[in-house]
């Protein structure tokens, strides 16, 4: 169990990296949807409620960047390892796993909305003194909000899986690889014997065919 933790750590660490770079996008979306582009935009995200945005999307913004950096350096080396180990050998692909899928755009979704909701909640109360709670959701002031959160978690769902399923086809490539290397330089691997073809003559054909004449 001890070995699994890293790989355990670096999921829930993109997880909840995820999900806090789609609740930036889907936040300033459906500002951006029910206010359209502009000075009116620009003024809400620095409101008093909104006072701390900047900071938090800077910080957000800046460690989704890193550590996706760090997944594609980590694809890297996988690539050029799988290359120098897996010659000679078919390439693996690993199938796609729908209801993985499905469960991880579940789990996105899920936090996004919960977060959402406490975000548009506490700002609402700082600015109005009064919350929307599930309103935030699919209220008057936020008609798209549910849609637009379902989209982006979707995205970031599918772009999360399409990482995983490469991660795991280079280390399926990778372990054939090394399987197969280790069979080519094993010197007690039993070698399979050629199969012998004596040729079969016909008894007619030998000096003593060992039978009668036929009857005329």
């Not at 002031?141 to 995205?155: C, D, K, M, N, R």
């Amino acid at each position: 169990m001890i070995r699994f933790a890293p790989r355990a750590v670096r999921h829930g660490v993109a997880f909840w990296l995820a999900a806090a770079a789609c609740l930036l996008v889907a936040h300033d979306l459906v500002y951006l949807v029910q206010l359209g582009p502009g000075r009116g935009l620009a003024e809400a995200l620095r409101s008093a409620g909104h006072g701390y945005w900047p900071l938090v999307s800077g910080v957000i913004a800046g460690a989704a960047l890193m550590v996706g950096a760090l997944r594609l350096a980590r694809l890297s080396r996988l690539e050029r390892r799988a290359r120098g180990t897996a010659r000679g050998t078919a390439p693996a692909r690993a199938h796609g796993d729908h209801g993985a899928f499905l469960r991880l755009w579940g789990r996105l979704a899920l936090v996004v909305a919960i977060a959402f909701v406490l975000q548009e909640s506490a700002e609402h109360f700082v600015s109005h003194r009064h919350a929307p709670w599930l309103g935030a959701l699919a209220g008057p002031e936020y008609p798209l909000a549910l849609p637009i959160l379902a989209g982006i978690t979707f995205v970031g769902a599918l772009l999360a899986s399409l990482v995983r399923q490469r991660e795991r086809e280079l280390l399926a490539r990778i372990r054939r690889g090394a399987a197969w290397i280790r069979r080519a330089a094993d010197p007690s691997r039993p070698v399979a014997a050629e199969p012998i073809l004596v040729p079969r003559l016909s008894v007619l054909a030998l000096p003593d065919p060992s039978r009668a004449p036929p009857v005329a």
